[in-house]
Nanobody, 123 residues
Framework: QVQLVESGGGLVQAGGSLRLSCTAS????????MGWFRQAPGKERAFVAH????????YYVDSVKGRFTISRDNSRNTVYLQMNNLKPEDTAVYYC????????????????WGQGTQVTVSS
């Protein structure tokens, strides 16, 4: 079993930055791939970014490429999402997830989820 706790959300003006953190606990959490998803009001949960368990490969949804960076520190059991040049359309609850997905953009392929952290970007 793996437990995930997100932090770092908040209210920021457009063009600003936030760094989200997701700390994992439980057995062999460092051997899981990690993903970030987000869910805006009235919309389905959507893929944002993914990082392999080794940290050697990352993947992003097109809308955040060049603005968001996912990274991980396995010694701290923590994955980060650095978000720069934030836009109002980035407003959502952000969730981290852990698993061994075959299809990394599909939320149901992940086994463990955090409780989410709210990110609000004002225009």
């Amino acid at each position: 079993q793996v437990q995930l706790v997100e932090s770092g959300g908040g209210l920021v003006q457009a063009g600003g930055s936030l760094r989200l953190s997701c700390t994992a606990s439980g057995r062999t959490s460092s051997s899981y791939d990690m993903g970030w998803f987000r869910q805006a009001p009235g919309k389905e949960r959507a893929f944002v970014a993914h990082i392999r368990w080794s940290g050697g490969s990352t993947y992003y949804v097109d809308s955040v490429k060049g603005r968001f960076t996912i990274s991980r520190d396995n010694s701290r059991n923590t994955v980060y999402l650095q978000m720069n040049n934030l836009k109002p359309e980035d407003t959502a609850v952000y969730y981290c997830a852990a698993g061994r997905p075959n299809r990394i953009v599909i939320s149901t392929e992940y086994d463990y989820w955090g409780q989410g952290t709210q990110v609000t970007v004002s225009s």
